[in-house]
């Protein structure tokens, strides 16, 4: 129903119809709407700004989820880095010792790998500090991982050098000799058979019968045969690398030729009294850098403890040697 309104005229003391214009009640209209509006977008606004739109409360959760896994995967990184640092303190300590190489500088694992620079790209974030350390630690790691495969490669070579030479550095004696009877003199300074004076014993002498098996103490290649009336006799001199050479004198017959690869253990001769000898006997040398050494030490492959220290007893009498 439509609304008459009436206005109170004071000067004629009666009701007068009002009547409004089209325009005025467009323009109310038009005001209502407006101010309707306004307090909507007021509304929305102070709602929006405390409670979260769908999106960006999915958003929010995918944020979260992101910041736990980067926190695991920190952890994982910073677990990967121990036991890395447990790998490399064992190879430095025990395996790279083993293997006579020396320990790698604490300052080349750690080398650094570039300048923030490299992170440029992630700057600015909301966590980029955290995912630049996590960067950092894996570029490290990686670095590290790199340098320690290359420290096994060069073992693993070693190794192999390793046990050539364990089969090539003499370890036994060079005529079968278990109960240690044949050890008549050592190396030092011992009599002259010939000149009863005191001279240096450059080996050790193994009395035995013209005819015994001599072997060889180690694998290596014939350096030299010598055929002499004098000195050494007829000798042979072993070359085994890594710096050892073993010599075999007052041979009476040769079992190899100059140039051939020996194993050890493998007969190369018969013991004799050829040159400068006072009996049946082999005189060996055991020679490291072409000076000899005494060769009790290098029978570490056939013999106990407790016949090592037999034999440095036996060889140390300061009795005359063989020559
Ligand atoms: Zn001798």
Redesign the pocket.
């Known amino acids: 129903m439509k609304k008459i309104k009436y206005r109170f005229d004071p000067t004629n003391l009666q009701y007068v119809h009002v009547k409004t214009s089209v325009w005025l009640k467009l323009l109310r209209i038009f005001g209502f709407i407006s101010a309707s509006i306004v307090a909507g977008i007021i509304l929305l606004s102070i709602a929006y700004s405390v409670l979260d739109s769908p999106k960006e409360k999915l958003l929010r959760r995918e944020i979260s989820q992101y910041k736990i896994q980067l926190e695991l995967l920190s952890e994982k990184a910073n677990k990967a880095d121990k036991i890395l640092s447990g790998l490399e303190e064992r190879d430095d300590k025990i395996y790279r010792e083993i293997f006579g190489a020396e320990p790698i500088d604490a300052s080349v694992r750690n080398a650094g790998i570039g300048g923030n620079d490299k992170y440029k790209s992630i700057k600015n974030y909301n966590n980029s500090e955290e995912i630049i350390k996590l960067h950092k630690t894996l570029d490290k790691l990686n670095r590290r991982i790199y340098i320690q495969s290359k420290s096994y490669d060069e073992l693993s070579k070693l190794a192999k050098e390793k046990n050539e030479m364990l089969v090539s550095i003499p370890a036994i004696q060079p005529v079968a000799n278990k109960d240690l009877k044949r050890v008549a003199?050592g190396f030092g300074y011992r009599i002259d058979p010939i000149y009863r004076t005191g001279k240096f014993?450059?080996?050790?002498?193994f009395t035995s019968p013209v005819g015994t098996d001599v072997i060889a103490t180690g694998n290596g290649v014939v350096e030299s045969i010598e055929m002499k009336q004098w000195g050494y006799g007829n000798n042979i001199v072993i070359n085994h690398g890594y710096g050892y050479k073993t010599r075999y004198?007052h041979l009476s017959k040769f079992k190899v030729k100059r140039g051939q690869k020996i194993k050890r253990g493998q007969l190369i001769a018969l013991v004799g009294n050829t040159g400068k000898s006072t009996g049946p006997?082999l005189?060996?040398e055991v020679l490291k850098n072409n000076k000899p050494v005494n060769p009790a030490n290098y029978y570490f492959n056939d013999l106990t403890p407790e016949q090592y220290e037999a034999i440095l007893k036996l060889s140390s009498t300061h009795n005359q040697?063989?020559?």
């Open positions: 003199s014993h450059e080996g050790m002498d004198a006997h005189h060996y040697s063989f020559d």
